[in-house]
C-alpha cells in the first residue's frame, strides 16, 4: 500500500498550528492518480489559514493539509485511467461540487454552488496540496503542457482572475467598439494577472497600488503595457483626475478602495470586486451618491469567487499565449521560491513581494 510523505498541515481556527508533519498517500483507485507536488504558490487565504482565521478540516479529522494554489506531476495511474501518462503535469481544482449536486454544481459550475457544501482543497473540509504526494481523480485535474512548468502555479489564481474579467466584460456588454478602459486596484498576484489579461485582449488598463513607481510589482504593470498610477501618497481619484473606467477589477478588499474605485466607473461600467476581508470595517459612504450614479449611468457592482474547469484551461491558455506575447513577464510574479522545510517563509509576505511559492 502507499507510503507516507511530508505534508504542512494546520489546526484550522487555531492561531500558528502549522508543523511539518507525515500523512498517508494510499493507491490510487479508479478514475485516480498518484500525484507527486512540485509547486505550490502561496495567497492571502493561507496566511489567515494559518493564522486561524479561516480553514475547516476534512471529517472526521482535526487537522487540514493547506495548499490550494498546486503544480502536480503524474506518477501512478489507477484501473480505468485513459488519457493520461506518468510524467503528465497538472494543476488540481480547488473547488468540489456539493454533495446535493445543485443545479450549478450539477452542470460543472460548482463556483456558482447555491447550497454553499462545496468543499475545497486546503480551504474546506478537504486536504490540500502542501504535501509531497496525494491521490487524486482525474476528474479534477487540468492538464498542463510541460513548457508552461515554470509558470504553471499561476494557472489557479490565473483561473480566477479569467473568472472575474469574464464577468466584468459580461457586465458591461453594451456593444461599443470604442476601446475599453479598465482600472485593477491592487498590483499583487490579482490584479498584476488581471491587468495582464485586459491588455492581452487589448484594453488599455491603468493599475492602482501604494508601492513606488520603482517596484517590481510596477515594473510588471507597465512592461505588459498598462499605466502604474502610484497611490502610496495620493488618493486614487487625485492621482487618476477626470478620468473615468468602463470596467474595474478590485483586488485588495480594502474597504475604502472599493468606493473609490465604483466612483471612478463610467457610463455603463462595471466593478467587479475580488478582495476577501475578514473582521469589520466601516467607513463613511454618500449612499445617495452612489445610488444616483449606479442607477442613472446603468453601473454595475457585482463580487466573483473561484472558478470552473473552463477557467482553468483558459488560464492554461493565457500562459501558453504571453509566453510569446510577454516573455518571461508571468515569470517575474514569482518572487519567492521556498523548499517545503521553509514553508513558514512563504507565508510571510514583504510588500516587494508579489507571489511566493513552495518547491517540493
Ligand atoms: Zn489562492
Ligand atoms: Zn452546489
Known amino acids: 500500500m502507499g507510503a507516507d510523505c511530508m505534508a504542512v498541515t494546520v489546526t484550522p481556527g487555531e492561531r500558528d498550528s502549522s508543523e511539518l508533519c507525515q500523512v498517508p498517500v494510499g493507491a490510487p483507485g479508479r478514475g485516480q492518480v ?18 486561524g482565521g479561516y480553514g475547516q478540516p476534512p471529517l472526521g479529522s482535526k487537522r487540514l493539509v493547506i495548499g490550494h494554489e498546486s503544480l502536480l506531476m503524474v506518477d501512478a495511474l489507477g484501473p480505468g485511467v485513459s488519457g493520461w501518462n506518468t510524467g503528465q503535469l497538472a494543476v488540481g481544482i480547488v473547488r468540489r461540487p456539493c454533495p446535493e449536486r445543485c443545479a450549478p454544481c450539477s452542470r460543472g459550475r460548482w463556483d456558482l454552488c447555491v447550497t454553499g457544501n462545496y468543499l475545497e482543497r486546503g480551504i474546506k473540509g478537504l486536504d490540500g496540496f502542501m504535501r509531497e504526494s496525494l491521490v487524486e481523480d482525474v476528474a479534477f485535474l487540468v492538464p498542463v503542457p510541460t513548457s508552461l512548468q515554470p509558470v504553471a502555479v499561476l494557472v489557479e489564481p490565473l483561473s480566477v482572475v479569467t473568472k472575474a474579467v469574464e464577468e466584468a466584460l459580461r457586465l458591461r456588454d453594451t456593444g461599443a467598439t470604442a476601446p475599453i478602459r479598465a482600472l485593477v486596484t491592487g498590483a499583487g498576484p490579482i490584479g498584476l494577472l488581471a491587468a495582464m489579461l485586459f491588455r492581452s485582449r487589448g484594453l488599455e488598463v491603468w493599475v492602482a497600488d501604494r508601492r513606488p513607481a520603482g517596484s517590481p510589482k510596477a515594473a510588471v504593470v507597465t512592461a505588459c503595457g498598462a499605466r502604474y498610477v502610484d497611490t502610496s501618497a495620493t488618493d486614487l481619484d487625485d492621482a487618476v483626475g477626470d478620468v473615468r473606467f468602463d470596467l474595474a477589477i478590485e483586488a485588495t478588499g480594502f474597504a475604502p478602495l472599493i468606493f473609490q474605485a465604483a466612483a471612478l466607473l463610467a457610463r455603463d461600467g462595471a466593478l467587479v470586486l475580488t478582495g476577501v476581508t475578514s473582521g469589520h470595517h466601516s467607513i463613511d459612504v454618500d449612499a445617495n451618491g452612489l445610488n ?8 454595475i457592482i457585482a463580487g466573483s469567487v473561484n472558478a470552473c474547469r473552463a477557467h482553468y484551461e483558459a488560464a492554461v491558455t493565457s500562459l501558453e499565449k504571453w509566453q510569446s506575447q510577454w516573455p518571461g513577464l508571468a515569470g517575474q510574479l514569482i518572487t519567492g521560491r521556498f523548499p517545503l522545510t521553509h514553508y513558514r517563509e512563504a507565508l510571510v509576505k514583504d510588500a516587494d513581494a508579489i507571489k511566493s511559492v513552495v518547491e517540493l
Open 34 to 51: 498518484r500525484v507527486k507536488t512540485l509547486a505550490v504558490g502561496v495567497c492571502g487565504t493561507d496566511v489567515e489559514i494559518t493564522s
Open 292 to 299: 444616483r450614479a449606479m442607477v442613472l449611468e446603468n453601473q
